[in-house]
């Protein structure tokens, strides 16, 4: 062995012997286990929490746009950097002060922790006060149902809804309302099976969701594997 490679194997030797080698080769395998599944679990929730989140759908408001069970991914920078939410985008949202109250639920603390952390993998159902919905209006546009024809119309034009659920009409609750700047009007895909602005018009705000509580738009589905793909929009197109 030439005396460059003796050195370099020295070198390599005295970093594994220093104090944080040492501390690592005295766990346990387990132990150094443990601390890689924590490091990993730590990297995966800090790109949840400030860039794309998986979401679980919990009910069939979105069919067939989601389904339930649907593991969805959550782009959190969407509407960081000067965007907001356009008319056919599918965002989550935290629903309290317009579609619940803004306490929202009480319960353990603990289990709370808990549980936010499992949503934030897409381990387990969301919080109660977080939805999933489409959006129709945006602040200054006008909503209405129905037209002649018993579709939707956004500032007068009738919108082409190709994702809504089959059977569904476009709304069985006749509404008319002007969307507050910086708040929106959303619906679910499924129409009859979907508690959405409609069901608060008589709350503040007429139903409508404040921007700011947006969480992000979803943006593609993960899971199931058969069902990778991105997330259809749409929304704003009119029939001609």
Not at 116 to 144: N, Q
Request: glycine content about 16%.
């Amino acid at each position: 062995m030439d005396t460059e490679t003796q050195q370099q194997d020295d070198a390599e030797r005295d970093r594994s012997s220093g104090p944080l080698g040492q501390v690592w080769r005295g766990w346990s395998r387990s132990a150094r286990l443990c601390a890689v599944i924590a490091s990993l679990l730590s990297g995966l929730l800090l790109v949840s929490a400030f860039v794309a989140q998986p979401f679980l759908i919990p009910s069939a408001s979105m069919t067939p746009t989601l389904e339930v069970g649907d593991r969805i991914l959550v782009n959190k920078l969407a509407y960081r950097i000067g965007n907001s939410p356009a008319r056919g985008d599918v965002v989550v949202f935290d629903g309290r002060g317009s579609f619940m109250d803004e306490e929202g639920t009480g319960g353990n603390p603990v289990t709370g922790l808990l549980r936010g952390a499992g949503a934030a993998l897409g381990l387990v159902e969301p919080a109660e006060t977080d939805y999933v919905k489409r959006v129709i209006g945006v602040g200054g546009d006008r909503v209405r149902c129905c037209d002649k024809r018993g579709r939707i119309e956004v500032n007068g034009v009738p919108l082409d809804e190709g994702y809504l659920h089959g059977g569904d009409d476009p709304s069985a609750v006749p509404f008319d309302i002007e969307v507050p700047q910086g708040r929106l009007w959303v619906m679910g895909d499924h129409r009859s099976d979907s508690s959405d602005s409609r069901d608060h018009l008589g709350d503040a705000g007429g139903g409508t969701v404040p921007v700011e509580r947006v969480i992000g738009r979803a943006d593609g589905i993960a899971w199931p594997t058969d069902r990778w793909g991105a997330v259809r929009g749409g929304g704003g197109g009119a029939h001609e």
